[in-house]
């Protein structure tokens, strides 16, 4: 999981190592939210993490 700023050094690094990791990206930016906020991107987030860790299982 990574804000969405993150997103070419994501894509940069996996294919560097030559691994497509399951990525979950949130808006930018995430450090001046309040929790109310964190909490809302995190249930907003949930299903998409859900399906990765299914994915790998």
């Not at 996996?14 to 691994?19: D, I, K, V």
């Not at 987030?45 to 299982?57: C, D, F, K, P, T």
């Amino acid at each position: 999981m990574a804000s969405s700023e993150f997103t070419q050094a994501t894509e940069a690094q996996a294919q560097s190592l030559g691994f497509e990791p399951g990525v979950v990206y949130v808006p930018h930016p995430i450090q001046d939210r309040t929790d109310e906020e964190m909490r809302a991107l995190a249930d907003q987030a949930y299903e998409q993490v859900l399906a990765l860790i299914r994915r790998v299982g």
